[in-house]
Structure formats: structure tokens, C-alpha cells
T-cell receptor
Framework: DGGITQSPKYLFRKEGQNVTLSCEQN?????MYWYRQDPGQGLRLIYY???????QKGDIAEGYSVSREKKESFPLTVTSAQKNPTAFYLC????????????FGDGTRLSIL | GQNIDQPTEMTATEGAIVQINCTYQ??????LFWYQQHAGEAPTFLSY????GLEEKGRFSSFLSRSKGYSYLLLKELQMKDSASYLC????????????FGRGTSLIVHP
């Protein structure tokens, strides 16, 4: 079955540490996205990519970085510059047409040690 | 600019009907999506409206009025498993296909 997989499910970050969240899809989707979800805040866009080797900043990109070296993969790095990283992170993919829904991974919950 | 409003929380009784409203003010419009999200889980797609009118899918229906910047999600014959957050997302704001999400409506279904 096609789908989108995020790992790990839970992640803990120490002070000054960078951590990387994995996102893989086998839906052959061109577009991939990273969202951050805080209680009562809805989904806020961190970064998105419409095609391999290209990505764009979303509304809250500061303190985060991404890469898109393969169509299937869109890892997110939470850097030490992100001072409040505790949140639920969701990866999504879509055909990119704007008329098709996004498919979401199960999320990664990141906490500070 | 873009602004999407939904009620924060709603409660309803099992077997009843509930309507969750979403109003939007965006600089462009390419369609409106509704997603369901259970606590700690991934959002799942419920419906998509791009033309005015009602789209029905079993117990769930979604309505759109583009002139009023208004949509609603109607849930009939409520079940306990319908307790979840319901997210409204608008595509096409500012000419971008990237959907912008509202803050979500937490629905609590009581027995």
C-alpha cells in the first residue's frame, strides 16, 4: 500500500543539539510539506518542496532546514537556533495541483530534555 | 492577507447532527478542504469543495458559498468515534496552491 512514513514517532532534543526528522513517501507525489502543530494553533507551514532539489520557506522556517535530494524523501532538521522546538511535526505530500488533498504521515512528537 | 476562522470547540450528543462552520478571507481561492484529526494522529481527508453547493459523502456533507467566504461541515448520526478535531483548509490564497489551515474545531460527542 502507498503511504507516507515519518520517523521517529517520539524524539528528544538536548540543548544545542540538531535533530533530524525523517519523511518518506511512495505515492509518487511531486510536492511535500512540513507542518508544525501546537495546541490551539492549527497547522503552520515550515517548508515545502514542489520538485526534487527545490524547496521554499513557509511561514515559520526560522530555526529549521530541509533537503529534497530524492522525490521520495524530505527530511527536516530542527537546529539549535529553534528555541522552542517542542511540538508535533507533520509531514505531508500531494500531487501539487492544489485540487488534490494532502496525505499526512503519523507525525513526530519532539520534546526538549 | 488570509484569515480562516472556525469555532474552537463544540459539543454534541450521540445520534444528533452537528454543523461546523468555517469562514475565510483570502486573496485568492482554489478550493476548500476538510480534514479530521484524532488526538495525536495524522489528519485524514474528508471533503473538497471548489464550486458552490453541497457535497454529500455518507454521514458527512460539506457546503461552500464562495461569495460569502463560508463553508460548513455537517455530521449526521453522530458516533462517539466522531470526537476529533476538524480542520478547514483553503487552497489558492495569494495565488499559491499551498493550503492554509484554520486552527481546527475540537468536537466532543457525549453519550
Amino acid at each position: 500500500d502507498g503511504g507516507i512514513t515519518q520517523s521517529p514517532k517520539y524524539l528528544f532534543r538536548k540543548e544545542g543539539q540538531n535533530v533530524t526528522l525523517s519523511c518518506e513517501q511512495n505515492l509518487n507525489h511531486d510536492a511535500m510539506y512540513w507542518y508544525r502543530q501546537d495546541p490551539g494553533q492549527g497547522l503552520r507551514l515550515i517548508y515545502y518542496s514542489q520538485i526534487v532539489n527545490d524547496f521554499q520557506k513557509g511561514d515559520i522556517a526560522e530555526g529549521y532546514s530541509v533537503s529534497r535530494e530524492k522525490k521520495e524523501s524530505f527530511p527536516l532538521t530542527v537546529t539549535s537556533a529553534q528555541k522552542n522546538p517542542t511540538a508535533f511535526y507533520l509531514c505531508a505530500s500531494s500531487s501539487g495541483s492544489g485540487h488534490q488533498p494532502q496525505h499526512f504521515g503519523d507525525g513526530t512528537r519532539l520534546s526538549i530534555l | 492577507g488570509q484569515n480562516i476562522d472556525q469555532p474552537t470547540e463544540m459539543t454534541a450528543t450521540e445520534g444528533a447532527i452537528v454543523q461546523i462552520n468555517c469562514t475565510y478571507q483570502t486573496s485568492g481561492f482554489n478550493g476548500l478542504f476538510w480534514y479530521q484529526q484524532h488526538a495525536g494522529e495524522a489528519p485524514t481527508f474528508l471533503s473538497y469543495n471548489v464550486l458552490d453547493g453541497l457535497e454529500e459523502k455518507g454521514r458527512f456533507s460539506s457546503f461552500l458559498s464562495r461569495s460569502k467566504g463560508y463553508s460548513y461541515l455537517l455530521l449526521k448520526e453522530l458516533q462517539m468515534k466522531d470526537s476529533a478535531s476538524y480542520l478547514c483548509a483553503v487552497s489558492g490564497s495569494g495565488g499559491s496552491y499551498i493550503p492554509t489551515f484554520g486552527r481546527g474545531t475540537s468536537l466532543i460527542v457525549h453519550p
